[in-house]
């Protein structure tokens, strides 16, 4: 449990950098879900929830996307590296080898 509680707050502060508005707001959430079922003593019950907290970094670390206000009408993006992937090209017939 304190292990995936960790890597919770290590995701928040890779995927929140410099926005200190969202990183209290996510600090605040992880540990509200935590202290709310700290007295959970079903065992299936605490793999549910633990399987929940592991897929919330999964979804963290691979889709959210800082983003900038730089004018009234335009937001600046500021993905981290490791979302950047390089594109596969779509083809709609297989090539034959």
Do not use: G, W
């Not at 929830?49 to 206000?69: F, G, M, P, Y």
């Not at 596969?88 to 090539?95: E, L």
Request: aromatic residues 6%.
């Amino acid at each position: 449990v304190l292990k995936i509680f960790k890597l919770l707050h290590r995701t928040r502060q890779e995927v929140f950098k410099n926005d200190t508005r969202a990183l209290e707001a996510a600090r605040q959430k992880i540990n509200e879900e935590f202290k709310n079922n700290q007295d959970e003593t079903s065992e299936e019950k605490i793999n549910e929830l633990l399987k929940i907290a592991s897929d919330v970094e999964v979804i963290l670390r691979t889709s959210v996307i800082q983003a900038v206000h730089t004018d009234s009408d335009k937001i600046l993006l500021i993905p981290r590296k490791d979302l950047l992937q390089d594109n596969t090209p779509y083809f709609d017939k297989p090539s034959k080898k």
